[in-house]
């Protein structure tokens, strides 16, 4: 049986006097699209950086398709492909140049760095900017880039920290076309989003954490079946007063000019058994419209459970700013070397 793409147990990382991740445990398996999901300072950053050896673990495991990110920290960084969500590039090199120099960093011989470099390039869309330094390129460019960078080394997992952050909506479904290909070819995907669509429309699962733990990992589908739906129902004679109803799972029933509005988890079930009911009590249903609850709204209230009663850690933008001292800005660059 092949090993997940990603499998972490007990995962703790702790800083002097921030804990990141609390017992974070974890597994995507081959050929998913996963997504990752939390507030800022939940310890996604911190998870992917345990994840590419740019910060040691303090406790627990981790491995990368049953590699073990400490031990064989060669083979696990060679499979994966980051982009980060930081620029950290070399600027003062066309950016073909720079992908050779990444793949090189995997040894990749020159020729099919070359190669790979040039793939990546058409593959993101800015192959006729090959010789263009970076600091040139436009914003989504860059962005392009990023990717391109994460891909030059043809990486069985893709880690994608925000990838459409800042980004046009043009773009954005662009840079989704390309990844979803990527998917369906046998990439295995994590992504980070604060984009709540952009989990609901890509990931075949997603993981909520927060303040270093998991709070939950379902389907985007499962997870907005625990929300309430809103039904909205016409009636023929809407009355002055909204009539009772009888059904599990209804939480509100009231009347806005005219039209009855029932909140309800797993409303699309309950419509038929609505609609019977308000028949037998002399209601003739006109229209229906169902509005589901979003991800992002079943996101929020988890987040809020899971929070509830206990005080914030500081910001992961602080913890990682911290595991970064001493490094440099673009430590993430060269970490293929930097062991």
Not at 135 to 164: Q, Y
Request: include cysteine; charged fraction near 30%.
């Amino acid at each position: 049986m092949a090993p997940p793409a990603i499998h972490t147990r007990d995962l703790v990382k702790e800083y002097a006097d921030v804990t990141a991740l609390r017992g974070l445990s974890l597994t995507v398996e081959q050929g998913e699209f996963f997504g990752l999901l939390g507030p800022n300072g939940a310890g996604k950053t911190t998870f992917i950086n345990v994840l590419v050896g740019l910060v040691r673990k303090t406790a627990g495991e981790a491995t990368v398709f049953g590699h073990d990110v400490e031990r064989d920290y060669r083979e696990a960084r060679d499979a994966i492909g980051l982009a980060p969500q930081e620029f950290n590039v070399d600027r003062f090199f066309p950016i073909r140049e720079v992908l050779e120099h990444k793949a090189g960093y995997h040894g990749i011989p020159a020729a099919e760095a070359r190669r790979r470099a040039d793939e990546a390039l058409k593959t993101v869309g800015i192959y006729d900017k090959r010789d263009t330094r970076f600091d040139w390129l436009s914003g989504g460019m860059k962005r392009r880039f990023m990717l391109a960078r994460a891909l030059v080394s043809d990486p069985d997992l893709l880690i994608l920290d925000e990838p459409t952050a800042g980004v046009d909506v043009q773009l954005r479904h662009d840079l989704w076309e390309i990844i979803n290909r990527m998917n369906d070819a046998g990439t295995t995907i994590l992504l980070t989003t604060h984009y709540i669509e952009e989990a609901e429309r890509l990931c075949d699962r997603v993981a909520i954490v927060d303040e270093g733990r998991k709070v939950e990992v379902a389907s985007p589908g499962d997870l907005m079946d625990r929300g309430t739906d809103t039904i909205t129902l016409g009636l023929r004679n809407p009355p002055a007063t909204p009539p009772e109803v009888n059904l599990g799972g209804v939480t509100d029933v009231s009347l806005t000019d005219g039209r009855l509005l029932v909140t309800a988890a797993r409303g699309s079930a309950l419509v038929p058994d609505l609609i019977r009911e308000l028949d037998e009590r002399g209601f003739e249903v006109t229209d229906v419209d169902i509005e589901r609850a979003s991800l992002e709204e079943v996101f929020v209230d988890m987040t809020r459970s899971e929070r509830a009663g206990g005080r914030r850690d500081e910001s992961e933008d602080g913890e990682v700013g911290r595991a970064a001292a001493g490094t440099g800005g673009d430590a993430g660059t060269d970490v293929e070397v930097s062991r």
